[in-house]
């Protein structure tokens, strides 16, 4: 019983990692134009740099998924947390230290130390929570919903110091501070290792069901990425453009926590209505962004996307664990981050790139069509994964 506290005391103390994770995620995002300012390059060359070290948090993605059978969860943990406050503290002397080269440095500093240690967080988060619920899509939303709690208070205290955003910041670094001192009483080495079967064969993984987090997270990034330009053009002064990023941001986040809530209180993360009114969603939003020209069709937009972004990820993450019982979770948490930062990095870059070439006009077909390869794909998989009797396949 002790063992059992103690380990269901960890899974607290992940969640706490996930939240704190999710709060530095979008406080960086308003930053982006104080960034600009104080580094003097443009918003699209920042927006490129960003989307370059996503490139590097991409490869440690795969490096993790080795690194968890050797290292202990409590360490895996303490890594995580410790890189958000270190890179956290190197976004901080971005604005603080006076020169535009040593700005510059720090930023990318910051991103590396990012990328080396924060890549862990989600897939380790989910192996640990669904070994914990035996259940793949439980243990995605119980990640899912504390990240988005921890992105929703990130971007409320963006708004709340959208005139002081440096003391943003310190308020983060103080969270993620009192994350450290809080693991330090949960118990992580009554977690065993994660371990690896030495007869893992990666091919179990289907690859062309990994395409759809590929495109999901393309478009949210391209979406986040574009809304800085947006806000650009709607309103002058940099304090204003922040502001506005985080409290449109907010309201994302909100409707997102709300619709996982809803799901995971009534248990509806498996129905096919809720499925079809996701897809609805997204395909309307789409539209509505390139209809977006005052605050009211912001907000039209943002709710849109975001109720079919509470609910999507969840299904495409649990299917695949289901496609893959005999694959080690890590693998196949790796996998998905892979694919998802992948996406998030080519979103990053395409969106400075679009807007800097004004291409935007061709992204709706793009997006339209991605939509229609993720349902075929998913009707695809979900026909095989019946027809050749997996159903009755537990998760190993």
Not at 45 to 57: A, H, T
Not at 288 to 294: G, N, T, V
Request: one cysteine or more; a positive charge.
């Amino acid at each position: 019983m002790s063992s059992q506290l103690k380990i269901n005391n960890f899974t607290k103390a992940i969640s706490c990692l996930c939240f704190v994770f999710g709060a530095a995620q979008t406080i960086l995002l308003g930053l982006i134009p104080k960034i600009a300012m104080v580094t003097n390059l443009d918003i699209t060359s920042v927006l490129i740099i960003y989307g370059i070290s996503i490139f590097f948090f991409l490869f440690m993605t795969k490096e993790w998924a080795a690194l968890f059978s050797r290292i202990q969860p409590k360490n895996i943990y303490r890594i995580g947390l410790y890189g958000l406050l270190l890179s956290t503290l190197a976004l901080l002397a971005t604005f603080t230290c006076g020169n535009v080269e040593l700005s510059l440095a720090c930023f990318i500093l910051s991103r590396v130390i990012y990328a080396m240690t924060a890549s862990s967080i989600i897939p380790f988060s989910q192996v640990v929570k669904i070994k914990r619920f035996k259940d793949a899509q439980r243990g995605v939303l119980e990640t899912t919903v504390f990240l988005n709690i921890g992105r929703l208070i990130g971007l409320i205290l963006g708004g709340l110091l959208a005139y002081n955003l440096y003391m943003g910041l310190v308020i983060l670094a103080g969270l993620i501070l009192l994350s450290i001192l809080l693991g330090f009483e949960r118990g992580q080495s009554e977690i065993e290792m994660i371990s690896v079967r030495q007869d893992q064969n990666l091919r179990q993984i289907i690859l062309p069901l990994l395409l759809i987090p590929l495109a999901y997270t393309f478009m949210t990034s391209f979406f986040h990425m574009s809304m800085t330009d947006i806000v650009g053009d709607l309103f002058i002064g940099q304090i204003k453009q922040s502001a506005t990023i985080y409290w449109t941001l907010t309201i994302a986040s909100l409707v997102i926590i709300v619709t996982q809530l809803i799901l995971k209180k009534m248990n509806l993360i498996n129905s096919k209505f809720v499925t079809i009114l996701a897809i609805i969603a997204l395909l309307t939003s789409f539209y509505s962004f390139y209809r977006i020209d005052d605050l009211r069709t912001l907000y039209g937009f943002i709710i849109l996307f975001s109720f079919g972004a509470a609910i999507v990820p969840i299904l495409y993450m649990g299917q695949i664990y289901k496609l893959n019982p005999a694959t080690p979770k890590q693998v196949v948490a790796s996998e998905i981050s892979f694919y998802q930062t992948l996406g998030n990095a080519l979103g990053a870059l395409s969106s400075g790139v679009i807007i800097k070439f004004q291409l935007t006009n061709y992204m709706l077909i793009f997006f339209v069509a991605l939509v229609i390869a993720a349902i075929f794909i998913s009707l695809k998989y979900n026909t095989f994964y019946t027809e050749e009797g997996f159903g009755g396949v537990t998760n190993g």
